[in-house]
Protein backbone atom coordinates (compact mmCIF):
# COMPACT_ATOMS: atom_id res chain seq x y z
CA UNK A 1 0.00 0.00 0.00
CA UNK A 2 0.99 3.59 -1.03
CA UNK A 3 2.25 5.70 2.07
CA UNK A 4 0.38 8.37 2.41
CA UNK A 5 2.98 11.80 2.32
CA UNK A 6 2.22 13.91 5.54
CA UNK A 7 2.56 17.78 5.01
CA UNK A 8 2.87 20.73 7.39
CA UNK A 9 2.88 24.19 6.23
CA UNK A 10 3.91 26.62 8.00
CA UNK A 11 2.19 30.97 7.99
CA UNK A 12 2.24 33.68 10.45
CA UNK A 13 -1.75 34.80 10.08
CA UNK A 14 -5.27 33.65 10.32
CA UNK A 15 -5.77 30.53 9.18
CA UNK A 16 -9.47 31.31 8.39
CA UNK A 17 -8.94 34.32 6.01
CA UNK A 18 -5.87 33.00 3.97
CA UNK A 19 -7.42 32.03 0.83
CA UNK A 20 -4.22 31.05 -0.79
CA UNK A 21 -3.21 28.60 1.69
CA UNK A 22 -7.12 27.33 2.09
CA UNK A 23 -7.21 26.68 -1.89
CA UNK A 24 -3.60 24.52 -1.69
CA UNK A 25 -3.74 22.84 1.63
CA UNK A 26 -7.39 21.75 0.17
CA UNK A 27 -6.00 20.99 -3.02
CA UNK A 28 -3.10 18.37 -1.63
CA UNK A 29 -5.68 17.06 1.08
CA UNK A 30 -8.19 15.99 -1.74
CA UNK A 31 -5.33 14.43 -3.79
CA UNK A 32 -4.54 12.19 -0.98
CA UNK A 33 -2.00 14.18 1.04
CA UNK A 34 -2.32 14.40 5.16
CA UNK A 35 -1.87 17.99 5.60
CA UNK A 36 -1.88 19.94 8.48
CA UNK A 37 -1.94 23.86 8.34
CA UNK A 38 -0.09 25.85 11.56
CA UNK A 39 -0.21 29.14 12.51
CA UNK A 40 -0.83 31.06 15.73
CA UNK A 41 -3.63 32.81 17.48
CA UNK A 42 -4.04 35.60 18.47
CA UNK A 43 -6.15 37.28 21.29
CA UNK A 44 -9.14 38.28 18.74
CA UNK A 45 -8.72 34.98 16.73
CA UNK A 46 -12.56 33.51 16.03
CA UNK A 47 -12.73 29.64 16.25
CA UNK A 48 -11.39 27.48 13.25
CA UNK A 49 -14.05 26.64 10.59
CA UNK A 50 -13.91 23.51 9.46
CA UNK A 51 -11.50 22.54 6.53
CA UNK A 52 -10.52 19.11 4.48
CA UNK A 53 -7.02 19.87 6.21
CA UNK A 54 -5.66 19.37 9.66
CA UNK A 55 -5.01 23.16 11.21
CA UNK A 56 -2.82 24.16 14.48
CA UNK A 57 -2.79 27.44 16.46
CA UNK A 58 0.38 28.22 18.33
CA UNK A 59 0.12 30.32 21.43
CA UNK A 60 2.34 33.45 21.00
CA UNK A 61 2.95 35.74 23.99
CA UNK A 62 3.14 39.01 21.78
CA UNK A 63 1.43 39.80 17.97
CA UNK A 64 3.92 41.90 16.93
CA UNK A 65 7.60 42.91 16.60
CA UNK A 66 10.15 40.51 17.68
CA UNK A 67 9.12 39.05 20.44
CA UNK A 68 6.42 37.86 18.42
CA UNK A 69 8.62 35.78 16.36
CA UNK A 70 10.75 34.65 18.84
CA UNK A 71 8.36 33.13 20.44
CA UNK A 72 6.19 31.60 17.62
CA UNK A 73 9.45 30.48 15.56
CA UNK A 74 10.50 29.23 19.34
CA UNK A 75 7.38 27.29 19.34
CA UNK A 76 6.88 25.99 15.99
CA UNK A 77 10.56 24.28 15.94
CA UNK A 78 9.36 21.84 19.29
CA UNK A 79 5.84 21.17 17.24
CA UNK A 80 7.84 20.39 13.95
CA UNK A 81 10.63 18.52 16.43
CA UNK A 82 8.28 15.94 17.30
CA UNK A 83 5.25 15.77 14.50
CA UNK A 84 5.17 13.26 12.58
CA UNK A 85 6.21 14.72 9.10
CA UNK A 86 7.81 13.86 5.78
CA UNK A 87 7.29 17.20 4.20
CA UNK A 88 7.59 20.35 5.67
CA UNK A 89 6.59 23.72 3.33
CA UNK A 90 7.53 27.12 4.92
CA UNK A 91 5.24 29.79 3.95
CA UNK A 92 7.41 33.03 3.37
CA UNK A 93 10.46 33.75 4.89
CA UNK A 94 8.95 34.68 8.18
CA UNK A 95 8.39 31.43 8.96
CA UNK A 96 11.65 29.42 6.75
CA UNK A 97 14.10 29.36 9.85
CA UNK A 98 12.72 26.58 11.86
CA UNK A 99 11.21 24.59 9.26
CA UNK A 100 15.27 24.96 7.77
CA UNK A 101 16.51 23.69 10.50
CA UNK A 102 13.67 20.89 11.62
CA UNK A 103 14.09 19.34 8.22
CA UNK A 104 18.51 19.49 8.55
CA UNK A 105 17.95 17.73 12.13
CA UNK A 106 15.01 15.60 11.01
CA UNK A 107 16.45 14.33 7.34
CA UNK A 108 12.89 15.72 6.25
CA UNK A 109 11.67 17.37 3.05
CA UNK A 110 11.37 20.94 2.82
CA UNK A 111 9.44 23.16 0.66
CA UNK A 112 9.51 27.19 -0.02
CA UNK A 113 5.96 28.72 -0.92
CA UNK A 114 6.94 32.44 -1.39
CA UNK A 115 3.90 34.76 -1.62
CA UNK A 116 5.76 37.58 -1.62
CA UNK A 117 9.71 38.67 -1.90
CA UNK A 118 9.72 39.23 1.65
CA UNK A 119 13.10 41.16 1.76
CA UNK A 120 11.93 43.94 -0.97
CA UNK A 121 9.00 44.52 1.39
CA UNK A 122 8.32 48.16 2.50
CA UNK A 123 8.10 47.11 6.46
CA UNK A 124 11.55 45.82 5.77
CA UNK A 125 13.49 48.16 3.81
CA UNK A 126 12.46 50.98 5.80
CA UNK A 127 14.62 49.81 8.72
CA UNK A 128 18.37 48.65 7.92
CA UNK A 129 18.44 46.52 10.57
CA UNK A 130 15.43 44.45 10.17
CA UNK A 131 16.80 44.70 6.61
CA UNK A 132 19.74 43.43 7.03
CA UNK A 133 18.54 40.27 9.10
CA UNK A 134 15.69 39.36 6.80
CA UNK A 135 18.61 39.26 4.16
CA UNK A 136 20.78 37.12 6.21
CA UNK A 137 17.99 34.14 6.54
CA UNK A 138 17.04 34.62 3.28
CA UNK A 139 20.51 34.33 2.52
CA UNK A 140 21.34 31.43 4.70
CA UNK A 141 18.28 29.55 3.98
CA UNK A 142 16.40 30.12 0.05
CA UNK A 143 19.16 28.39 -1.72
CA UNK A 144 18.67 25.27 0.58
CA UNK A 145 15.10 25.06 -0.63
CA UNK A 146 15.52 23.95 -4.03
CA UNK A 147 12.26 22.75 -4.30
CA UNK A 148 9.51 25.71 -4.22
CA UNK A 149 6.85 27.55 -6.07
CA UNK A 150 5.86 31.19 -6.01
CA UNK A 151 2.92 33.60 -7.00
CA UNK A 152 4.19 35.02 -10.74
CA UNK A 153 6.77 35.07 -13.25
CA UNK A 154 8.46 38.25 -12.10
CA UNK A 155 8.88 37.08 -8.63
CA UNK A 156 10.24 33.61 -9.93
CA UNK A 157 13.37 35.71 -12.11
CA UNK A 158 13.89 37.65 -9.03
CA UNK A 159 13.98 34.38 -6.91
CA UNK A 160 16.46 32.66 -9.53
CA UNK A 161 17.97 35.88 -9.96
CA UNK A 162 19.15 36.37 -5.90
CA UNK A 163 19.20 32.48 -4.75
CA UNK A 164 19.79 30.83 -7.94
CA UNK A 165 16.56 28.26 -7.44
CA UNK A 166 14.14 27.69 -10.20
CA UNK A 167 10.40 27.63 -8.68
CA UNK A 168 7.49 26.44 -9.99
CA UNK A 169 4.41 29.41 -10.63
CA UNK A 170 1.30 28.37 -8.32
CA UNK A 171 -0.51 31.89 -9.23
CA UNK A 172 -3.42 33.01 -6.63
CA UNK A 173 -6.37 32.13 -8.70
CA UNK A 174 -9.86 32.01 -7.85
CA UNK A 175 -11.37 28.33 -7.93
CA UNK A 176 -13.92 28.27 -11.13
CA UNK A 177 -17.25 28.14 -10.00
CA UNK A 178 -20.52 28.39 -12.52
CA UNK A 179 -21.23 32.43 -12.18
CA UNK A 180 -24.89 34.05 -12.20
CA UNK A 181 -24.53 37.64 -12.51
CA UNK A 182 -27.03 39.59 -10.23
CA UNK A 183 -28.66 42.63 -10.83
CA UNK A 184 -26.88 44.80 -8.61
CA UNK A 185 -28.90 47.16 -6.71
CA UNK A 186 -25.71 49.64 -5.45
CA UNK A 187 -22.58 50.43 -7.83
CA UNK A 188 -20.41 50.05 -4.74
CA UNK A 189 -16.32 50.08 -4.68
CA UNK A 190 -14.70 47.68 -3.15
CA UNK A 191 -11.51 46.86 -1.79
CA UNK A 192 -10.40 43.55 -0.13
CA UNK A 193 -6.79 42.30 1.03
CA UNK A 194 -4.46 43.42 3.95
CA UNK A 195 -5.31 47.29 4.60
CA UNK A 196 -1.39 47.88 5.15
CA UNK A 197 1.10 50.70 4.32
CA UNK A 198 1.57 50.99 0.41
CA UNK A 199 -1.63 50.18 -0.57
CA UNK A 200 -2.44 53.47 -1.65
CA UNK A 201 -5.38 54.30 1.01
CA UNK A 202 -3.76 57.60 1.07
CA UNK A 203 -4.71 58.55 -2.18
CA UNK A 204 -7.85 56.17 -2.78
CA UNK A 205 -9.17 57.78 0.25
CA UNK A 206 -8.80 61.40 -0.75
CA UNK A 207 -10.50 60.25 -4.23
CA UNK A 208 -13.43 59.16 -2.62
CA UNK A 209 -14.47 62.88 -1.86
CA UNK A 210 -14.98 63.36 -6.04
CA UNK A 211 -16.65 60.07 -6.35
CA UNK A 212 -20.62 59.62 -5.47
CA UNK A 213 -21.03 55.99 -4.01
CA UNK A 214 -19.62 53.93 -1.21
CA UNK A 215 -16.19 52.19 -0.93
CA UNK A 216 -15.86 48.85 1.14
CA UNK A 217 -13.00 47.81 2.87
CA UNK A 218 -12.89 44.19 3.74
CA UNK A 219 -9.77 43.52 5.56
CA UNK A 220 -7.37 44.46 8.40
CA UNK A 221 -3.46 45.19 8.34
CA UNK A 222 -0.59 47.67 9.80
CA UNK A 223 -2.34 50.99 8.01
CA UNK A 224 -5.93 49.94 9.50
CA UNK A 225 -6.05 53.03 11.75
CA UNK A 226 -4.78 55.38 10.27
CA UNK A 227 -7.29 54.58 7.43
CA UNK A 228 -9.71 54.78 9.37
CA UNK A 229 -8.32 58.43 10.96
CA UNK A 230 -7.69 60.11 7.18
CA UNK A 231 -11.76 59.27 6.79
CA UNK A 232 -12.34 60.96 9.58
CA UNK A 233 -10.53 63.50 9.13
CA UNK A 234 -11.97 64.26 5.55
CA UNK A 235 -15.62 63.28 6.68
CA UNK A 236 -16.42 60.61 4.59
CA UNK A 237 -17.42 57.96 7.24
CA UNK A 238 -20.59 57.96 5.19
CA UNK A 239 -18.84 57.08 2.22
CA UNK A 240 -16.47 54.41 3.41
CA UNK A 241 -17.37 51.28 5.43
CA UNK A 242 -14.74 49.18 7.23
CA UNK A 243 -15.61 45.77 7.80
CA UNK A 244 -12.71 44.79 9.29
CA UNK A 245 -11.56 40.64 8.50
CA UNK A 246 -14.54 39.20 6.42
CA UNK A 247 -14.84 35.46 6.01
CA UNK A 248 -14.50 34.01 2.59
CA UNK A 249 -18.30 33.18 2.13
CA UNK A 250 -19.40 36.24 3.29
CA UNK A 251 -16.28 38.36 1.39
CA UNK A 252 -17.35 36.26 -1.59
CA UNK A 253 -21.21 37.40 -1.75
CA UNK A 254 -19.40 41.21 -1.16
CA UNK A 255 -17.03 40.83 -4.33
CA UNK A 256 -20.21 38.83 -6.31
CA UNK A 257 -22.35 42.67 -5.85
CA UNK A 258 -19.37 44.87 -6.47
CA UNK A 259 -19.49 47.53 -9.26
CA UNK A 260 -15.49 47.98 -8.78
CA UNK A 261 -13.04 46.24 -7.53
CA UNK A 262 -9.59 48.15 -6.44
CA UNK A 263 -6.00 46.56 -6.77
CA UNK A 264 -4.15 49.56 -6.16
CA UNK A 265 -0.01 49.69 -4.88
CA UNK A 266 2.51 52.08 -3.83
CA UNK A 267 5.77 51.76 -6.03
CA UNK A 268 8.06 51.73 -2.72
CA UNK A 269 8.76 48.07 -2.99
CA UNK A 270 10.06 45.35 -5.35
CA UNK A 271 7.77 43.35 -4.07
CA UNK A 272 4.62 45.20 -4.57
CA UNK A 273 6.15 46.27 -8.18
CA UNK A 274 6.53 42.35 -9.14
CA UNK A 275 3.28 41.28 -7.00
CA UNK A 276 0.14 39.45 -8.56
CA UNK A 277 -2.36 39.52 -5.41
CA UNK A 278 -5.27 37.60 -4.58
CA UNK A 279 -8.21 39.85 -5.19
CA UNK A 280 -7.01 40.58 -8.97
CA UNK A 281 -7.74 37.38 -9.60
CA UNK A 282 -11.24 37.32 -7.07
CA UNK A 283 -12.73 40.47 -9.06
CA UNK A 284 -12.27 38.81 -12.38
CA UNK A 285 -14.26 35.65 -11.23
CA UNK A 286 -16.93 37.77 -9.99
CA UNK A 287 -16.63 39.66 -13.85
CA UNK A 288 -15.87 42.73 -11.67
CA UNK A 289 -13.74 45.09 -13.57
CA UNK A 290 -11.69 46.74 -11.54
CA UNK A 291 -9.01 49.76 -10.90
CA UNK A 292 -5.43 48.33 -11.21
CA UNK A 293 -1.96 49.32 -10.59
CA UNK A 294 0.14 49.31 -14.14
CA UNK A 295 2.65 47.09 -12.61
CA UNK A 296 4.51 43.88 -14.87
CA UNK A 297 1.84 41.18 -13.77
CA UNK A 298 -1.20 42.96 -13.97
CA UNK A 299 -0.31 44.31 -17.41
CA UNK A 300 0.76 41.03 -18.92
CA UNK A 301 -2.66 39.63 -18.10
CA UNK A 302 -4.76 42.66 -19.19
CA UNK A 303 -2.98 42.56 -22.55
CA UNK A 304 -4.80 39.32 -23.03
CA UNK A 305 -7.95 40.28 -21.45
CA UNK A 306 -8.89 43.57 -20.84
CA UNK A 307 -10.59 43.25 -17.59
CA UNK A 308 -8.79 46.44 -15.52
CA UNK A 309 -8.25 50.22 -15.83
CA UNK A 310 -4.85 50.24 -15.35
CA UNK A 311 -3.29 53.42 -14.27
CA UNK A 312 0.49 54.42 -13.07
CA UNK A 313 1.60 56.11 -9.94
CA UNK A 314 -2.25 56.93 -8.95
CA UNK A 315 -3.43 60.59 -7.19
CA UNK A 316 -6.32 60.98 -5.91
CA UNK A 317 -7.70 62.60 -9.00
CA UNK A 318 -6.42 60.06 -11.56
CA UNK A 319 -8.55 57.42 -9.16
CA UNK A 320 -11.69 59.56 -9.12
CA UNK A 321 -11.17 60.16 -12.73
CA UNK A 322 -10.70 56.16 -13.25
CA UNK A 323 -13.70 54.84 -11.21
CA UNK A 324 -15.61 57.89 -12.38
CA UNK A 325 -15.55 55.93 -15.77
CA UNK A 326 -16.22 52.98 -14.66
CA UNK A 327 -19.19 54.32 -12.92
CA UNK A 328 -20.62 55.96 -15.95
CA UNK A 329 -19.44 54.51 -19.45
CA UNK A 330 -21.81 51.44 -19.77
CA UNK A 331 -20.36 50.80 -23.20
CA UNK A 332 -16.79 50.39 -21.60
CA UNK A 333 -17.65 48.86 -18.33
CA UNK A 334 -19.66 45.83 -19.68
CA UNK A 335 -16.41 45.35 -22.25
CA UNK A 336 -14.53 44.65 -19.18
CA UNK A 337 -16.98 42.57 -17.45
CA UNK A 338 -17.55 40.78 -20.48
CA UNK A 339 -13.69 40.01 -20.93
CA UNK A 340 -13.57 38.86 -17.24
CA UNK A 341 -15.77 35.95 -18.06
CA UNK A 342 -13.25 34.99 -20.87
CA UNK A 343 -10.14 35.54 -18.39
CA UNK A 344 -11.66 33.50 -15.51
CA UNK A 345 -11.68 30.37 -17.60
CA UNK A 346 -7.77 30.51 -18.24
CA UNK A 347 -6.79 31.83 -15.12
CA UNK A 348 -7.96 29.28 -12.65
CA UNK A 349 -7.39 27.53 -9.65
CA UNK A 350 -8.06 24.35 -11.69
CA UNK A 351 -5.01 25.24 -13.77
CA UNK A 352 -2.90 26.09 -11.11
CA UNK A 353 -3.19 23.00 -8.90
CA UNK A 354 -1.57 21.47 -11.73
CA UNK A 355 1.83 22.64 -11.24
CA UNK A 356 1.48 22.41 -7.57
CA UNK A 357 0.55 18.77 -7.58
CA UNK A 358 3.70 18.31 -9.36
CA UNK A 359 5.99 19.75 -7.37
CA UNK A 360 4.61 17.65 -4.72
CA UNK A 361 4.54 14.22 -6.81
CA UNK A 362 8.02 14.85 -7.56
CA UNK A 363 9.13 14.57 -3.95
CA UNK A 364 9.94 10.98 -3.04
CA UNK A 365 10.38 10.58 0.58
CA UNK A 366 12.09 7.69 2.79
Not at 46 to 67: D, M
Not at 184 to 211: D, W
Amino acid sequence: MKKVKKIVCTVTNDLNYDQRMIRICSTLSSAGYDVTLVGFKRKKSKPLLERPFKQIRLPIIAEKGKIMYAHYWFNLFFFLLFRKVDIICAIDLDTILPVYIISILRNKKRVYDAHEIFTELKEVISRPVIYKMWNWIGNKTVPHFPIGYTIGESYAADFKKKYGVDYGIVRNATILKPLHLPEKKEKYILYQGAVNVGRCFEQLIPAMQYIDTRLIICGEGNFFDEAVELTKKLNLEQKINFMGYVPPAQLSDYTLNAWVGITLFEDTSLSNRLSLANRFFDYMHYAVPQLCIKYPEYERINEQYEIATLVDNPTPEMIAQSINRLLNDMDYYHLLQQNCLKAREKYCWQEETKTLLKVYESIEIN
